[in-house]
Nanobody
Framework: QVQLVESGGGLVQPGSSLRLSCRASGFTLDYYTIGWFRQAPGKEREGVSCLSHTDGKPYYANSVKGRFYISRDNAKNTVYLQMNSLKPEDTAVYYC??????????????????WGKGTLVTVSS
C-alpha cells in the first residue's frame, strides 16, 4: 500500500523541540521531492518546508526559518522535520508530501502525488 505516515507530534511547551518523521511505504522516496505543510484551526494550509531530491536545497517559510530543519534518510525511506524553539503559533496539524518534482521553487502550488494524514503539534504552556 502506497502511503506516507507522519509521527512525532504531541503537546509541548513553548521553547521546546520536536522532530517529526514521515515514513514512506509502497514507493521509494529517492526520486521524490518532499514537502511539509501545516494547517492550524481556522487557518489556510501553509507550506512550511521543502527539500528537493536533485539539488538538496531546502526551502523554509519565513515563519519557521532558523528554527525548523528538513532532512531525509533515503536508506530509511523517511523524511524529518526538526522543530526547535517552538511557539504557540506553530500549533497545527503537520502533513508531509511527496511529488515527482525536481526542485522546490513554487512548492506551495505543486500538485503533490502523496499526502500523509497528518500529526498534531500543540505548543502551549
Amino acid at each position: 500500500q502506497v502511503q506516507l505516515v507522519e509521527s512525532g507530534g504531541g503537546l509541548v511547551q513553548p521553547g521546546s523541540s520536536l522532530r517529526l518523521s514521515c515514513r514512506a511505504s509502497g514507493f521509494t522516496l529517492d526520486y521524490y521531492t518532499i514537502g511539509w505543510f501545516r494547517q492550524a484551526p481556522g487557518k489556510e494550509r501553509e507550506g512550511v518546508s521543502c527539500l528537493s531530491h536533485t539539488d538538496g536545497k531546502p526551502y523554509y517559510a519565513n515563519s519557521v526559518k532558523g528554527r525548523f530543519y528538513i532532512s531525509r534518510d533515503n536508506a530509511k525511506n523517511t523524511v524529518y522535520l526538526q522543530m526547535n524553539s517552538l511557539k504557540p503559533e506553530d500549533t497545527a496539524v503537520y502533513y508531509c508530501t511527496a511529488g515527482r518534482y525536481d526542485y522546490c521553487s513554487g512548492f506551495r502550488d505543486y500538485d503533490w502525488d502523496y499526502w500523509g494524514k497528518g500529526t498534531l503539534v500543540t505548543v502551549s504552556s
